[in-house]
Each structure stands twice: as structure tokens, then as C-alpha cells.
């Protein structure tokens, strides 16, 4: 199954437990895209000692997942961009959402 998740929270459990259903699906053999957008390109500045984000990034990366994240939102709030995802546009949220068997928003 091709499975898509949006990502528009930069609360940390949110997050967290996003990652940990895409980590969940690529282990069964699905194929992961997450798109960040809105509050939700704040990723990499969300860890707390109760939800370890960076840990369930990292693995989610490590497994085959792909992110994206919001060119515009990124600039909206002067982010750079990271290696652990792929800079993008709306355009390709909606190729993500055209593509996917299902798609969950966080």
C-alpha cells in the first residue's frame, strides 16, 4: 500500500507518534511518504525527554521513508533546510495525496 501522512503539528507527542505509525507501516512493507506543512516543518525542534521525535525520524529515514516539507512555511518562519527531508511545494503534497492508497493527517 502506498501511504501518505501530513504533518501539520509541531506537538511534540503528535509528531512522535506519527512517526511511530509510518515506522509501523514501512516494517509491514507499505511505501511512506510524510508531507510537513504549517507548524509542522518545526520537526526538528520539537524533541522533549517524554516523546524522543528524533529517534522515530531517524529510523523512519533510515527504513525507506520519504518527507517533505513546505517550502513556504519554512521560509514563513526563517528555517533552513535539513537533510532529512526534501524541500517542496504544494504541488507535490498533492501528488502525494494523488498517489497514496491513504492518507492520514497529524
Avoid: H, P
Avoid at 518545526?42 to 531517524?58: A, G, H, K, W, Y
Wanted: glycine share 8%; hydrophobic share 40%; with cysteine.
Amino acid at each position: 500500500m502506498k501511504l501518505g501522512i501530513v504533518i501539520y503539528s509541531n506537538d511534540s507527542e503528535t509528531v512522535w507518534n506519527a512517526f511511530r505509525f509510518g515506522n509501523l507501516a514501512l516494517v509491514t512493507g507499505d511505501e511512506v511518504k510524510v508531507f510537513l506543512i504549517g507548524k509542522g516543518v518545526e520537526l526538528e525542534s520539537i524533541e522533549t525527554t517524554s516523546f524522543n521525535v528524533t529517534e522515530q525520524l531517524q529510523t523512519f529515514v533510515g527504513s525507506g521513508g520519504k518527507i517533505f516539507a513546505c517550502s513556504t512555511c519554512l521560509e514563513i518562519r526563517q528555517l533552513k533546510a535539513s537533510e532529512m527531508y526534501t524541500v517542496a511545494g504544494i504541488k507535490e503534497l498533492y501528488d502525494i495525496v494523488k498517489e497514496s492508497d491513504k492518507v492520514i493527517a497529524f
